[in-house]
C-alpha cells in the first residue's frame, strides 16, 4: 500500500492552510486531493535511470584502452549518466601466447584499475567494468569484472564463471581455460537505485545463472562481452532478450566491435533489452557511447504480467530406454 513520505505530507498540509484561508471551503477537498495524487505521483515514478554503454576496439596497448574509456566517461558525463558499463576485456584484448600474463597485474597492483577508480571519483558515476584480466598466480588469470561506486572505491567483483572452450570451424578455436580459473560464485550488487547481476560475455548461454540472479534482487543484468562474429549474428540478440523474458530484468551488453590487433574479429551491436524482452537502444558497430533509460518500474511491470520467477517447481527425471 502506498505511504506519502512525511515530506509529502507536510507539503500538502502547507498548501491546505494557505488555499483555505483565501478560497471558498469547497474548493479545499479537490486542492488537497490533486496534490496527494500529484506527490504519489512523483513517488511512484521514480527519474527513469540514464545508462551508457561503451563499446570499444580493444588494443594490446592499456594505455590506448584507457584513453577510450576516459573519453567515455567524458561523454557519458555530457549525458548524465549514473552508471557506465564497458566491455570484456576493457583494458587489454590480446591472445597471443603469454602476452596477456605478461601485461596483468594482482587486484591491488593494477594501475589500470586504479586509474577507472579514479575516474568514477572524478566524475561522480557508477562503472561497471566488464572484466580485466587480474593475475591470481604465476601462471592464471581471472576474467574479472568490477564494479566501482561514484566515490571510485571497489564495492564487488565477478570472476565469469563459464569459460570460452570451442571450436568454431575454419581455425576458429578458443580455449580460455588453459589461461584462466573459472568463477565459483555469482554476484548481485544492490545499490541505492538499483540491484545489478553481473556475468561476463559466455555466461550468457547459461540460462540457470540469470534466473539466480534475479531471484536474489536483481534488476539489472549485465553481460559485458566479446563475442566473435559467427556466435554474434547467430545469436547475440535471441540469447539477450531471452535472459529479459526469462527474468523480467533489463539487460546491458556492451560489446567490442571490429578487427583487433590481436588478430580477432568481435561482433559489436552493444544492446539494452527491457524487461518484456524488446531491443530499446543498440549500436551495431563502431568505437563510442550508447545512451538509454532505464525505467525500473518495468521490472515489476514485467513480472507481475509473468511471474514465472514464481513459478519454479522441483521435479524428478527418468530416461526411459525405447
Not at 587489454?92 to 584499475?113: F, I, M, N, T
Not at 523480467?248 to 561482433?267: I, K, M, N, S, W
Not at 524428478?316 to 530406454?321: A, H, K, M
Request: aromatic content about 8%; some cysteine.
Amino acid at each position: 500500500m502506498y505511504k506519502p513520505t512525511t515530506i509529502q505530507l507536510l507539503f500538502a498540509y502547507v498548501l491546505w492552510r494557505i488555499w483555505t484561508r483565501t478560497m471558498p471551503s469547497r474548493a479545499t477537498g479537490s486542492v488537497c486531493g490533486a496534490v496527494w495524487r500529484l506527490a504519489k505521483i512523483k513517488t511512484m515514478n521514480p527519474r527513469p535511470l540514464k545508462v551508457a554503454l561503451l563499446q570499444m576496439r580493444a588494443s594490446t596497448e592499456a594505455d590506448v584502452n584507457l584513453a577510450c574509456v576516459e573519453a567515455g566517461f567524458e561523454e557519458a558525463a555530457r549525458h548524465h549518466a549514473v552508471l557506465l558499463v564497458t566491455p570484456e576485456m576493457t583494458t587489454v584484448l590480446d591472445r597471443r601466447p603469454g602476452a596477456l600474463l605478461e601485461k596483468s597485474h594482482a587486484q591491488a597492483d593494477d594501475p589500470y584499475l586504479k586509474k577507472i577508480c579514479a575516474l568514477a571519483r572524478q566524475y561522480q558515476m557508477d562503472v561497471l567494468v566488464g572484466s580485466i584480466a587480474i593475475q591470481v598466480d604465476a601462471q592464471r588469470l581471472a576474467n574479472r569484472s568490477f564494479f566501482i561506486n561514484k566515490q571510485g572505491e571497489v564495492v564487488a567483483h565477478y570472476d565469469k564463471i563459464h569459460l570460452f572452450d570451442v571450436d568454431l570451424g575454419a581455425g576458429e578455436r578458443y580455449q580460455e581455460s588453459a589461461r584462466f580459473v573459472a568463477g565459483q560464485e555469482a554476484v548481485v550488487v544492490k545499490s541505492t537505485h538499483y540491484a545489478l547481476g553481473m556475468s561476463v560475455c559466455y555466461d550468457l548461454r547459461f540460462a540457470q545463472l540469470y534466473r539466480d540472479l534475479a531471484l536474489a534482487g536483481a534488476d539489472i543484468l549485465a553481460v559485458p562481452s566479446a563475442f566473435t562474429v559467427p556466435t554474434g549474428q547467430a545469436h547475440w540478440h535471441t540469447l539477450l532478450r531471452a535472459r529479459a523474458i526469462e527474468t523480467g530484468c533489463f539487460v546491458l551488453a556492451p560489446a567490442q566491435h571490429g578487427q583487433h590487433e590481436d588478430g580477432r574479429t568481435t561482433y559489436g551491436h552493444s544492446l539494452v533489452v527491457n524487461p518484456w524482452g524488446e531491443v530499446i537502444a543498440e549500436k551495431p558497430e563502431g568505437i563510442g557511447i550508447l545512451m538509454t533509460e532505464l525505467d525500473l518500474s518495468q521490472v515489476q511491470q514485467a513480472r507481475a504480467k509473468l511471474p514465472s520467477l514464481q513459478h519454479t517447481r522441483p521435479y524428478q527425471l527418468r530416461v526411459v530406454e525405447a
